[in-house]
């Protein structure tokens, strides 16, 4: 499964101060163990702040010490447009997170999208806000394959955020998540993707909810999730599952993640 390191996102305490006091030592540090721990993309968010100004900062910081690829993760173009602008290298590697069907991320984010051919991550989510049930999520993904399949984007690098909600809300919230992913795969065949802390909202041991959901929705074929890296027992489970799924030949990955006595009980 693809990781996307979700640390560096200005919604964590500690890090909105690293990056209100320009803390370069501190978010570069946070970058490179999140690489060394396996993220295969780093998250930068910076919506708690000067957004725009942060990101550009952000991303410059970021990719003095890394050249892993970066996921720009704004509800604001203007924040997605200076964080493609910003980054150096390859700006088709950029992961834009994200698009949904609401009009003006339609109208203004997509076209940086397309512009650039990123991958990209596309909420189920319009101008009426989440459907609450699988059928009308599924609806809002089929418009929004229609839309980039009409602008010849690439579907493989598309990834649907089927939205999950607080399994203390209603106790439909996760199963009706796991119809969308098996929905989306059997029906649209492109990629999925998720957070994970919403699932675990108002529950206590957040951390063992978050770690059970995303060891279903892995068996339900996820492809990547958005997670913190440096949880030894979420990647844990991360690479456990990956081996169990027949994603890790020979179980490379998972030797050489018990080698490196990374594997935590
Ligand atoms: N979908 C998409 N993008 C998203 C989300 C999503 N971006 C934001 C968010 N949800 C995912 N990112 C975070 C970042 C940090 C935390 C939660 C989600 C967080 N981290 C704590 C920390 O690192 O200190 C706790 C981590 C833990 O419990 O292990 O709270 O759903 N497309």
Not at 108 to 125: D, G, K, R, S
């Amino acid at each position: 499964m693809l990781i996307i390191g979700e640390k560096l996102n200005s919604s964590i305490p500690s890090v909105r101060q690293f990056i209100n006091d320009k803390n370069t030592a501190a978010i570069q540090d946070l970058a490179l163990r999140q690489v060394a721990a396996g993220a295969d993309y780093l998250d930068l968010n910076t919506a708690q702040g000067d957004e725009v100004v942060n990101m550009e900062w952000l991303v410059t910081t970021v990719q003095e010490v890394t050249d892993q690829p970066l996921c720009i993760d704004s509800t604001s173009a203007v924040v997605i447009k200076k964080g493609l602008e910003t980054v150096k290298g390859d700006k088709s590697r950029v992961l834009v997170n994200s698009i949904s069907l609401e009009k003006n991320r339609l109208d203004e984010v997509l076209p940086l999208v397309l512009e650039y051919q990123c991958p990209v991550i596309a909420l189920t989510l319009d101008d009426n806000g989440i459907p609450k049930t699988a059928e009308e999520r599924m609806a809002l993904s089929e418009r929004l394959v229609e839309i980039l399949m009409k602008q010849n984007y690439d579907l493989a690098q598309l990834y649907i955020d089927p939205l999950v909600l607080p399994q203390a809300v209603s106790h439909n919230n996760a199963t009706m998540f796991f119809q969308c992913l098996k929905d989306i795969k059997r029906l649209l065949k492109v990629k999925t993707v998720s957070g994970l802390s919403n699932i675990s909202f108002n529950t206590p041991k957040r951390k063992i909810v978050n770690r059970h959901f995303l060891t279903l929705c892995m068996a339900f074929d996820m492809d990547a999730a958005i997670l913190d890296p440096l949880d030894r027992k979420i990647m844990t489970s991360v690479i456990t599952n990956d081996f169990l799924l027949g994603k890790d030949r020979f179980g490379k990955k998972f030797l050489k993640a018990f080698r490196g006595e990374l594997l935590e009980e």
